[in-house]
């Protein structure tokens, strides 16, 4: 076997730290605990239902909880209450569990490695995991017959399946699960807990695809009643799904971008009152005065048409500033929009402050989120990316330290 040597490998591997609290360059990442706290209350009383119980509200935390540090976002929302966690990968719920963590947690991507032997880890860690696959299911089976242990106190190990409806990305399709149900039925040590599909177009103005997707995924979960299986737990809907569509909010909810403050589509007047839970800011590190004609940045791209001042700030496309905001991006300073001019290079970028008055050395520049009465926000600079927010706030690097603020 070659146990030991892949071992040694991934320890090698082990992600490096965080940036630390105690850089010294003054970009930061802050999240604000009190907007996620809000936007949980917002979400949950948008959910409710006035007939019969409301669906669980599942925090989806994949990604470091979309850039915004995953054991500080799940321990807020557990304290908050909310009903369970879901993330993409099995190492992402291992982290949350050594955080200290004590939510269920599903592992949605439904990876485990070769031969599934993550799944022992999986359970081990007191972690859902998300099946499609015969391999899978009989690797946990025999897991659960073999390693009693590795069972919470005795009882059956709970797993969700997953059924591809129309996203055709990830999961059994309707006719390979029913194959699936008679391994499922067949396993004394196993609990179908959940059974889960995912939206592929809630976002859309035209909700005809995602209810195509909602009845096929009704479907399978009457077939599974007919044999016996009825699990807990239907989920089908992420934020968009969830906000828009009442019958597909079943018995929970699987929500991600909302909670961060984010309208996943544009929502109307009736939509919960989002707060954004991140704000990037860094400040002015150098100041100097062009002349007419003068060039800025690699590839001289911009210039000074007139005398104009420029500032330096000290974050790049490194830190998650993409690259596509040069000479067409915005930033915050003195609680005015200044115009990023020249080439976002890796760590720093210039911008044009000359109509702000008093301009200095040290001042605050927002790149994301509120200053004053002003505001960039993720939907802005995904507009410049040609990409969606998802993209923007989980493309905030490493190298910036998150700092966790009250309010
Ligand atoms: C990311 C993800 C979600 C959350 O989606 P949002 O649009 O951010 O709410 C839900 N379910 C699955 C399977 C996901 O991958």
Redesign the pocket.
């Known amino acids: 076997m070659t146990d030991r040597p892949i071992e040694e490998e991934v320890r090698v591997l082990k992600p490096r730290r965080a940036a630390p609290a105690d850089a010294v360059r003054p970009t930061r990442a802050e999240i604000s605990l009190t907007a996620l706290r809000h936007n949980l209350r917002v979400v949950k009383n948008a959910l409710h239902q006035e007939q019969g119980p409301s669906p669980a509200v599942w925090g989806?935390l994949?990604a470091d909880a979309y850039g915004h540090g995953a054991p500080a976002v799940a321990r807020t929302l557990e304290r908050a209450g909310i009903d369970g966690l879901?993330v993409?990968l099995l190492e992402e719920g291992v982290e949350l569990r050594e955080a200290g963590l004590e939510l269920p947690i599903i592992v949605?991507g439904g990876y485990y490695g070769p031969h599934h032997r993550g799944l022992e880890d999986a359970l081990a860690h007191r972690l859902t995991p998300v099946l499609y696959e015969r391999g899978q299911v009989e690797r946990l089976r025999h897991i659960a017959s073999t390693q009693p242990e590795l069972s919470p106190s005795g009882e059956r190990v709970n797993f969700h399946l997953k059924v591809d409806t129309g996203m055709a990305r990830l999961g059994a399709s309707p006719s390979e699960l029913r194959e699936l149900f008679d391994e499922v039925v067949g396993s004394p040590g196993l609990s179908l807990s959940g059974l889960m599909s995912?939206f592929a177009t809630a976002d859309d103005p035209d909700p005809s695809g995602a209810m195509v997707q909602l009845a096929r995924f009704r479907a399978v979960a009457q077939d599974l009643a007919a044999r016996g299986l009825e699990p807990k737990q239907l989920h089908i809907a992420?934020?968009?799904g969830a906000l828009r569509f009442p019958n597909a909010r079943l018995d929970a909810t699987?929500?991600?971008?909302?909670l961060y403050g984010i309208e996943?589509c544009p929502l109307g007047d009736t939509g919960p009152e989002l707060r954004p839970t991140m704000r990037v800011r860094t400040e002015v590190v150098a100041m100097r005065t062009l002349a007419d004609g003068d060039r800025v940045g690699y590839g001289h791209t911009w210039t000074a048409v007139g005398e104009r001042r420029i500032a330096t700030v000290p974050i790049g496309y490194a830190d998650g500033l993409s690259r596509a905001l040069s000479n067409r991006g915005h930033m915050l300073l003195r609680g005015q929009r200044v115009p990023i001019v020249g080439i976002v290079s890796m760590d720093l970028t210039t911008i044009d402050v000359t109509e702000v008055p008093g301009a200095a050395l040290g001042d605050e520049v927002v790149v994301l989120g509120a200053q004053e009465n002003e505001r960039i926000t993720a939907e802005e600079i995904a507009e410049h990316m040609r990409t969606i927010p998802?993209e923007v706030v989980t493309s905030i690097s490493r190298r910036v330290p998150r700092f966790y603020r009250e309010p």
């Not at 699987?254 to 909302?258: D, F, T, V």
């Open positions: 989806v994949k879901c993409a949605m995912h992420n934020s968009a699987r929500i991600g971008l909302a996943p998802w």
